[in-house]
């Protein structure tokens, strides 16, 4: 009878994906305090997952996948997709909602689907939703540290336009207080974006420029990560980052560099063995790199990267 027990216990334990079903489910929380929350975002495409796997490469998290996604989580289905909160604003309703989830008092299967972690005191939340929300949370969350991953506006556009993905321009534009804020005087150009392209490469200016805009100001503190820098000088990034957070690393972590992400596409330059930086430059055209360039400038943003 107790070799019985012994063998379907052992049997738990080899089924890998009973026991990640198991993790997620009943996981236990140790410590709600935001302050044990790390908050990486980004664009989509922009290395987000990527950067989350690396950090977490020893399962020192709770990984909580996109909980900002008003389609995939019922308490946020109020909120808009690339929600803008004014960081200095009441939204007690938003508020509530934001404490459950910064603090890790929510769990579903798509939230923790790449959770591992079952006895859990700290949290890393990974969103491609949030850029516009940083400020806000900054604000109301003081000890949750904040991640912001970026990419070259020609790569994160030629990526969306592979996978199908829609620009979200009207998204922004419905924001009142944003348009208010940060999007007043480019309204019209943002509108007039007639191409796919060019609505993408708006949406990149948007998406960067609010969070930019918001630390220049002091309303927000945050460590900016470029995907570039991940790819180029990766261990002297990844040093940026641990001084940051005010924490030591292994340097095994540096094994994860050539690792890709959960969300890598089969397309992806790190799957063809082609280069990692460059190879949208392979799918667009010279007018197509100089219009980025020229968008990007209308928000000061073309110093970031170089067009060529």
Same mark, same amino acid.
């Given at each position: ?81 690339? @929600? ?128 930019? @805009? ?75 790199? @100089? ?18």
């Amino acid at each position: 009878m107790i070799k019985r027990k012994t063998r379907s216990l052992l049997h738990l334990i080899k089924n890998k994906e009973l026991m990640k079903q198991l993790k997620w489910k009943y996981y236990i929380n140790t410590n709600h305090n935001p302050k044990n929350t790390l908050f990486v975002s980004g664009m989509g495409r922009s290395g987000t997952t990527w950067l989350s796997q690396i950090l977490n490469h020893n399962n020192r998290y709770r990984y909580i996948f996109e909980p900002f996604y008003p389609e995939r989580l019922d308490l946020c289905s109020f909120f808009a997709k690339r @929600q803008y909160l004014r960081p200095i604003g009441n939204y007690p309703l938003y508020l509530n909602t934001a404490e459950k989830i910064v603090s890790g008092k929510i769990r579903s299967h798509f939230l923790d689907r790449y959770n591992e972690k079952f006895l859990s005191g700290k949290r890393m939340i990974k969103d491609v939703q949030t850029n516009l929300l940083l400020g806000w949370i900054n604000q109301n969350f003081r000890k949750t540290k904040i991640l912001l991953t970026i990419r070259h506006p020609c790569a994160i556009a030629n990526s969306w336009i592979k996978l199908g993905w829609e620009p979200l321009n009207d998204v922004y534009l419905e924001q009142q207080e944003l348009v208010e804020d940060y999007l007043e005087e480019f309204e019209k150009d943002i509108r007039k974006a007639d191409t796919k392209y060019e609505k993408l490469v708006y949406m990149w200016c948007i998406e960067y420029y609010v969070p930019l @805009q918001q630390r220049r100001k002091n309303l927000l503190d945050m460590k900016q990560i470029s995907y570039e820098d991940l790819c180029e000088n990766f261990e002297q990034t990844i040093r940026g980052i641990y001084e940051y957070l005010g924490e030591k690393h292994s340097p095994s972590l540096y094994e994860m560099k050539d690792k890709p992400s959960y969300t890598t596409r089969p397309f992806a330059a790190i799957l063809q063995k082609t280069n990692l930086l460059y190879s949208w430059k392979e799918s667009l055209t010279k007018e197509q790199i @100089q219009q980025a360039k020229d968008i990007t400038s209308q928000f000061n943003l073309e110093k970031l990267y170089e067009f060529q």
